[in-house]
């Protein structure tokens, strides 16, 4: 699906709600990474029902076992989409048969994608449809920005993140994709973190006392950037794959589990409980210069 305002061009994939493309008109500059499965073929996959990796990839709930691996099932299903104008979509995922075999919960997800003048909004709405029983889930978003290039293009090192308000990043280890308990603090530099390949050869930076709400990439070549603005989010990740020429800036309502988390879903740090009937709503905001 297609969503156009005269100033950016966007594509969602029916398959997880996947941004694909978010393209400039006027220049035709793509901001989203490529997709080369030689690297990581996705580019903006939601995380729902967890962010991250469950302890054994399973938990409890009730007393059963389930089993789920990381980041959850959403990206893997198609949605049900609709384009409600030429700049904004919806796009909806149900629970069925299938995915109450590892989650075993009543729930409709929304993601709602909309194109404002120079910047992308999206929206994630949740509700428990059920008359009795709570809705336990996380969601998050994943979205990689092309960083890199050739000749006269810059390339990562000439690439930096900026924190509106952050002087340090205090991180929190990764050990086999759960939250490790060790910490490693990094400063900032006016509040800029140049970017360079290594800086993800353990895995993401994981944060969470974050205190910006608006993270921007730029590079040192170009006008050419980002601004990624985030509310109501309490996590987030710093990502890209090894020697891939992108960067992740995720923000997260849920984080992977603890290695001493003792697995019950209702315990899950940032788990959102929703009671029988509620809906729950955040938005992320991509602007593009």
Known sequence: MVLENGFLRAEVNAKGAELKSLRSTSDGYEYL???????????????FPIVGALKDNNYYYAGEKYEMLRHGFARDHFFEGSQLSDDEALFVLKDTKETRISYPFAF???????????????????????????????????????VGGSGKKPVYQDHYLEFSEDHVLDCHVIDQNLISGHMEIIALDHHRL???????????????????????????????????????????GIWAAKDADFVCLEPWCGIADSIHHNQRLEDKE??????????????WEVACF
């Not at 909309?114 to 029983?133: F, M």
């Not at 006008?223 to 509310?231: L, S």
């Not at 940032?270 to 938005?283: C, V």
């Open 194 to 236: 140049p970017l360079k390949h290594d800086l993800f050869y353990n895995d993401a930076l994981v944060l969470k006392t974050l205190k910006s709400p608006i993270i921007t990439l730029r590079n040192r070549i170009n006008d050419h950037g980002i601004h990624v603005r985030r509310e109501g989010f309490p996590y987030f």
């Open 108 to 146: 409709r997800l929304s993601l709602r994608y909309a194109l404002i003048d120079h910047s992308l909004r999206c929206t994630y709405e949740v509700h428990n449809p059920s008359n009795d029983h709570p809705l336990f889930f996380s969601v998050g978003g994943h979205p990689a920005f092309a």
């Open 33 to 47: 990474w490529s997709a080369d499965p030689a690297y990581w073929a996705k580019t903006s996959p939601v995380l």
């Open 270 to 283: 940032g788990i959102q409980r929703l009671d029988a009937g509620e809906t729950w709503m955040r938005s």
